[in-house]
């Protein structure tokens, strides 16, 4: 396999680090922002303990000028981004009867707008070497709906939308543009949830369990070989048969 340069944004949490260390670990050159420089420094010595070297560099993908800083930052040591994954969101969880605006456009602002802020700042690139991959970690509850996120639903439903246009727009540059769309994973966040609560969502799931990490990471590296090369507009749903739509 080629090495690339990739970047996953957001790439500090449970999925995000599965993603960047199995993306090294194929051979690519990673890179990742953050905004709480102490958290990020320790944990970018918590992967080089494991072998894995990857870039930090600051960066809000919510704000246009800092992301494209965040770019200009990564290309100017790794080189041009051929990889890009667009994987930070946050949640601000409430019934939209009161939902504040605030609650409404910071999700829009970090999961949806981001993907524009990042993407909008490699495309160029990706377009003049005729070779790209752009992938979208969106989520179950962008295709099934949740009670009480209808901000992040909204948000993640709204990412594979971009996906598929964008997909259409570059497909001749030998970009592919597509969707992961995980379901509940055993990440820190979803481990913090009471054990009550757990069970209920375990229960249904036909599989039985919840994902893990590098289920994630494993489908995702799948869009990025030369082999997939004709796999775009699509969207992966990984999330043990919880959900079934098509």
Request: hydrophobic fraction near 40%; glycine fraction near 12%.
């Amino acid at each position: 396999m080629t090495s690339r340069v990739a970047l996953v944004t957001g790439g500090t949490g449970g999925i995000g680090t599965a993603m960047i260390k199995r993306l090294a670990r194929s051979g690519h050159r990673v890179a990742t922002n953050y905004r709480n420089e102490e958290k990020a420094l320790l944990w970018q010595a918590q992967l080089r303990d494991d072998g894995i070297e990857c870039l930090i560099v600051p960066g809000d993908v919510a704000d246009f000028a800092s992301s494209q800083g965040m770019i200009r930052e990564i290309e100017s040591k790794l080189g041009g981004i051929d990889i890009l994954v667009n994987n930070a969101g946050i949640t601000r969880d409430t019934t939209f009867h009161r939902m504040s605006p605030m609650q409404w456009s910071d999700v829009i602002a970090t999961n949806l707008t981001g993907c524009y802020n990042v993407t909008r700042s490699v495309i160029e690139g990706m377009r003049a070497r005729m070779w790209g991959r752009i992938i979208q970690i969106a989520s179950i509850n962008g295709q099934k709906g949740q009670y009480g996120q209808a901000n992040y639903a909204a948000s993640k439903a709204g990412m594979h939308g971009f996906t598929i246009s964008l997909a259409q727009e570059n497909a001749k540059f030998g970009i592919t543009v597509n969707t992961v769309s995980p379901g509940y994973v055993g990440t820190e966040m979803v481990m913090a949830v009471p054990e009550d609560v757990r069970a209920k969502i375990v229960a249904q799931i036909p599989t039985g369990r919840l994902g893990f990490p590098d289920e994630i990471a494993y489908a995702v590296c799948f869009f990025v070989p030369d082999e997939a090369a004709w796999v775009t507009g699509s969207n992966l749903s990984i999330n043990g048969g919880h959900y079934m739509g098509w």
